[in-house]
């Protein structure tokens, strides 16, 4: 728990951090490198869901054509995203925590482009936010390669 509290500390919600963690763990006494790939596996299925979701089922819905439109932007972002969120899970199973936080740090930067007040596309820009930042904050604590 202090592991993972460490790492929860400069997170917005300190407990629903914890818990999204401790979730996910087999053994309670696991290690940071299996925090962080948690974190960043997560982040890559999220993103992944989000854009078939995007794809499949919102796009062809969309009530409006400026809803379809920001719809079709955040869905060429989340793709984008995804790209370089596989590149950064790739990074930490090879063990390049330097590069792994450089593409999950240009990640944050572009979710800001996926702009919309649809309820979904805001929970799921939070909830991969929240993972990246576990993951970057969980291999702080690991030797750059």
Known sequence: MILIDS???????I???EQTIISKLDNPHTDIKIISKIAAFNA????????NLIRDEFIPKAETPLVKTQLVHCQATYR?????LEG???A????????MRHYQSSVLGM???????????VRTNWWVRLTINISLLATRQLPAQ
């Open 15 to 17: 407990y629903y951090c």
């Open 111 to 121: 979710l800001d482009s996926c702009k919309t007040d649809f309820d979904h596309m």
């Open 80 to 84: 984008a995203v995804q790209k370089l």
């Open 7 to 13: 790492i929860c500390v400069n997170t917005r919600n």
């Open 44 to 51: 890559v299925y999220i993103t992944t869901t989000a854009g």
């Open 92 to 99: 930490h199973l090879r063990g390049d925590y330097s590069d």
């Open 88 to 90: 950064a899970y790739m």
